[in-house]
């Protein structure tokens, strides 16, 4: 058993955050909402908790409160913001509605000594105060402690910016050590996870997939397992750790739908049926997507066929076999905690249309989820450690509804062939581009690709007029693609892509740039 961390999030926008931080220490860590039962925190295990921030004030009636079990349970508690408001609230001290609001970034007094910020600081004053540089967001603000505790940290608008009781080793601060621009916020939080709750840093690769294998073949037993795989990060990921776990009773679905990246095909095949040996079944449904998609030009309706027929090419495949019982998905951490209700956003709805997350009940297949604990960067981190190739593992995500969502309006399969073209060179161009430290725009970008642009628009080729279509190219940087920016792509690099795709790819004859953000503009444009 590894030690863990439990985090029960209030509903701040960064509370994710809180896990990556503790799991970038070494220790395993899971988020849940703050109203789980007291029976829960205390069968759970943990080694210590975490209470997250949150946009609620404790100053009101019916706001969020922890189970009062996380109290009694004899483990160290640490408090950031709304945590640290609730904390002080329920354990008998005042937390007053603020002034002033607090934005962005401060300078926190660490005051007296306490376990949590012992010679932990940024800079020591000329008056020999050590000092550390954080962000905070709050309005709110603590003002009487409870009993027991002493004055950790302080700001001048914020006299109670940290409060400390060494003796039941509760915590709380006022600032976001989760967040990167609390330069030692991953030291504060290491200390209280290793240092303070004594867990042993063996949160790894290695151990992991000694685990997820043994818990995969006792699920399974001897059945037969189906997965969808796209050939994307996630799926490719979960195929090589099942595959890894039980060989042949896993056997693929991979479903050419039509609206895949140029020789996506190709490539599956020989990376998992050549190289890894794992059962792969090629789906050529081409002509199936396109009928069903013929003269269909809205976007949520393009959505829902194409998430129909996903389901119907793999019910028809599941069929097929002898005893398959389960029905394997690469749903990652961030999935599972954007449905868990509160976070729901527009990304994780869109996400849910294709999502083989809603099959019929006449499929009867239990679910398998390897992926469910991880973060991206972990799954590729998994990836690499399981044997696939880096530059699988570090490909930008694709969706499932693939170029259906790319070329606007109704899509043809003239239209699929001349966009693949131009996406290929866009890819390859950004590929192409070394920097000093070997990395390219691709690896500089989280997501890039070309739109297709279903108007025509006159130009001079050749001394001769043509009149053809427009392609968009689109890059952008982001973290969690719930937020993004639109890449200052270099404008040599954009202008050789621009001639590229309009010298070799006949038919296009405009190229143009996106530089939307998201919000308000999406990824994708459909
Ligand atoms: N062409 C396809 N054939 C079979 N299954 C697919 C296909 N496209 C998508 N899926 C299924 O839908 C799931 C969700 O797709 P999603 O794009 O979110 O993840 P991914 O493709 O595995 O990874 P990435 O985020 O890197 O694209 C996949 O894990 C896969 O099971
Ligand atoms: O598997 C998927 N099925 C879908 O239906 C889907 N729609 C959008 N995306 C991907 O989600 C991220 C955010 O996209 P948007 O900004 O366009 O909502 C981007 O990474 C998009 O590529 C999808 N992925
Ligand atoms: N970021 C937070 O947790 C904010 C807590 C509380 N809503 C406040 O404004 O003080
Ligand atoms: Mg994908």
């Known amino acids: 058993m590894h030690s863990k961390i439990l985090i029960l999030d209030f509903g701040s926008q960064v509370t994710q955050l809180i896990a990556r931080r503790v799991r970038d220490a070494g220790v395993f860590s899971e988020v849940f909402p703050y109203d789980v039962s007291d029976e829960f925190v205390r069968n759970y295990g943990a080694s210590g908790i975490i209470l997250s921030g949150g946009p609620n004030s404790v100053t009101d009636g019916d706001t969020p409160r922890a189970p009062q079990a996380v109290f009694e349970l004899g483990v160290p508690v640490f408090g950031i913001c709304y945590g640290m408001q609730t904390m002080a609230e329920q354990l008998g001290g005042k937390v007053e509605m603020g002034k002033v609001r607090e934005f962005g970034y401060a300078e926190v007094r660490a005051r ?33 402690m409870p009993p027991g505790f002493k004055l950790m940290a302080s700001t001048p608008n914020c006299p109670i910016a940290g409060m400390a009781d060494d003796e039941r080793r509760f915590y709380a601060v006022q600032f976001h050590p989760e967040v990167t621009h609390t330069l030692k916020g991953e030291a504060i939080l290491s200390r209280f996870v290793i240092d303070i709750c004594g867990c042993k840093p063996d949160w790894n690769m290695p151990d992991y997939i000694a685990e997820a294998v043994e818990s995969i073949r006792q699920q399974v037993g001897s059945d037969e397992v189906i997965l969808g795989l796209s050939g994307g990060v996630d799926s490719s990921v979960a195929a090589a750790l099942i595959h890894h776990a039980i060989g042949d009773q896993l056997t693929c679905v991979f479903v050419d739908h039509g609206l895949l990246r140029l020789d996506e095909g190709k490539m599956v095949m020989e990376m998992f049926a050549q190289n890894l040996g794992v059962k792969v079944i090629h789906v050529d ?3 199936q997507f396109m009928g069903h998609l013929a003269g269909v030009t809205d976007p949520e309706a393009k959505r829902k066929i194409i998430g129909r027929e996903f389901v119907e090419v793999f019910q028809v495949e599941s069929a097929k076999l002898q005893n398959a019982k389960w029905l394997a998905q690469g749903t990652i951490y961030p999935d599972v905690i954007e449905s868990a209700g509160k976070g729901k956003n527009a990304a994780h709805t869109i996400k849910s249309h294709h999502n083989v997350g809603g099959l019929p009940e006449t499929l009867n297949l239990k679910l398998l989820e390897p992926l469910r604990e991880l973060f991206k960067d972990e799954v590729r981190k998994l990836g690499v450690a399981l044997g696939l190739p880096h530059a699988m593992v570090y490909r930008h995500p694709f969706p499932g509804p693939g170029l259906g969502v790319r070329i606007l309006g109704e899509v043809k399969k003239e239209f699929a062939d001349l966009l693949r073209r131009a996406d290929a060179i866009f890819i390859e161009e950004l590929r192409n581009t070394k920097d000093d430290n070997d990395e390219s725009w691709y690896d500089k970008t989280s997501q890039a690709f070309a739109v297709f642009l279903p108007v025509k628009s006159v130009g001079v080729m050749g001394d001769g007029r043509t009149y053809e279509y427009v392609v968009a190219l689109r890059a952008v940087q982001t973290q969690d693609f719930m937020t993004a920016h639109w890449a200052h792509l270099p404008h040599e690099l954009l202008g050789r892509v621009s001639n590229r795709i309009i010298n070799e790819v006949r038919g296009i004859n405009r190229v143009v740039y996106d530089i939307s953000g998201k919000p308000p503009a999406t990824i994708e444009w459909e």
């Open 112 to 144: 007296g000594h306490s376990a949590l910020l012992e010679g932990i600081s940024d800079f020591v004053t000329p008056e020999s105060h050590a000092m550390l540089k954080v962000w905070m967001s709050h309005g709110d603000k603590v003002d009487h």
């Open 285 to 287: 449904a081409t002509a």
